[in-house]
Each structure stands twice: as structure tokens, then as C-alpha cells.
């Protein structure tokens, strides 16, 4: 399955449903990118839908455990995941795009994938995977997602927004 997807599949005929997107969102600028593709198909008309996705870590550090319970860490994960996700979802609305929240806990690129299909979405919007020699150094989810991507599509976009091939 290819990692980027041309707008044009996803075209509606006759005025349909909205395009559905899954976009991800971390405390990261990276994760803002796929905001700026979805800013950019509504300005040319595409009517869309967006659901904001935050995938909370479950603490198992037991530094961390030693001193704030699991309960405690989870709320403040979602406390965080919130406010990351009404910053992420600021300028779709002020652009009168509908926003949805997720929040899912575990596995970040599996509750990805799970949540696109579970919400019917069209495709995933992510940033462009790091470059493999980053990759060594750091956990790359986008990477992760399109290797374990299932039926819904991948849209790997730049800092621009704008849609890159891989």
C-alpha cells in the first residue's frame, strides 16, 4: 500500500460526505503539519472532517510510578492531550472545519490505525518519516504506521503541508 495519497481518490461525487482525516497530534510542530494539509484542501474546496488523535503512553517507568500513582500520571496525560488538542484544533475551527477528540492509551501507532478504521476515516495525515539515519536515534511513528498500515491510507505531508512522495 502506498504511503501517499493523491486528494484526487478521495474525490466525492455528487457533494457526499465530507473527507474524513485522522491526524494524530503530539506536543511536537511536526504533528502540526498535517493541520496545514488539512487547511490547505479546505481553502480549495474540499469539504472535510477532522478528527484530532492523542495516543497517551502508559507510564511503566518505575522511577516515575515510585512517586505518582498510574491514575495520577493517566490524568495528567489526559489533562495534556486536551490542551494539545484544542491548540491543534484552533485554526480548523476558526475555519469552520468540523473537529472531533480521540484519546486512546497504549500503543501509538496501533491506536492510529485502529482509530481511522474504527471512525471510517479516508487516510491518516502525518508528517514524513525522519530520515533513516534519525530513525536510529529516535522513535518514528509516521514510519511505524505506514509499515503496519492496513486499509485506510497514509498521507505523509511536509512542514508546508503539502503532500511528499516517499
Not at 66 to 79: G, I, P, W
Not at 98 to 116: K, N, P, Q, S, W
Not at 130 to 138: D, G, M, N, Q, T
Request: charged content about 25%; glycine content about 6%.
Amino acid at each position: 500500500m502506498s504511503d501517499m495519497t493523491n486528494m484526487n481518490d478521495f474525490s466525492r461525487a455528487g457533494g457526499g460526505a465530507p473527507l474524513h482525516l485522522l491526524i494524530p497530534v503530539d506536543a511536537t510542530e511536526r504533528s502540526r503539519w498535517a493541520i496545514r494539509y488539512a487547511l490547505q484542501q479546505h481553502r480549495a474546496g474540499t469539504p472535510l472532517r477532522v478528527s484530532l488523535l492523542f495516543v497517551a503512553v502508559p507510564p511503566d517507568e518505575w522511577r516515575i510510578l515510585r512517586y505518582k500513582s498510574e491514575d495520577d500520571l493517566l490524568r495528567f496525560q489526559s489533562a495534556r492531550g486536551k490542551l494539545l488538542m484544542d491548540d491543534a484544533a484552533r485554526e480548523l475551527q476558526e475555519a469552520g472545519i468540523d473537529v472531533e477528540y480521540l484519546m486512546r492509551e497504549g500503543d501509538v501507532a496501533f491506536h492510529i490505525i485502529d482509530m481511522a478504521e474504527q471512525c471510517g476515516c479516508d487516510a491518516i495525515v502525518m508528517p514524513v518519516p525522519y530520515p533513516r539515519l534519525v530513525k536510529l536515534l529516535s522513535v518514528d511513528v509516521a514510519r511505524e504506521v505506514l509499515r503496519r498500515q492496513r486499509s485506510v491510507p497514509m498521507i505523509s505531508v511536509g512542514a508546508d503541508g503539502v503532500p511528499v512522495a516517499m
